[in-house]
């Protein structure tokens, strides 16, 4: 693996691991920035997402610049 492909795969596990907390403590699938439901559809996607489409791309927008 390239060193970006091993941080990729280490930030990946990081959320994977926060999803099956969220899991246990009722949160998972609620949008860690605006508190809403995250829609199944997303989840099925990416199940360990954190964020919301909309917050996603708030959040990318600011590290666009």
Do not use: F
């Amino acid at each position: 693996y390239t060193e970006l492909q091993e941080l990729m795969i280490i930030e990946i596990s990081k959320l994977i691991e926060s999803s099956l907390k969220k899991i246990e403590d009722g949160s998972y699938g609620i949008c860690e920035r605006c508190h809403q439901e995250i829609p199944e559809g997303r989840l099925k996607a990416l199940p360990y997402t954190p964020y919301c489409v909309s917050c996603q791309s708030i959040i990318e927008k600011k590290y666009e610049k």
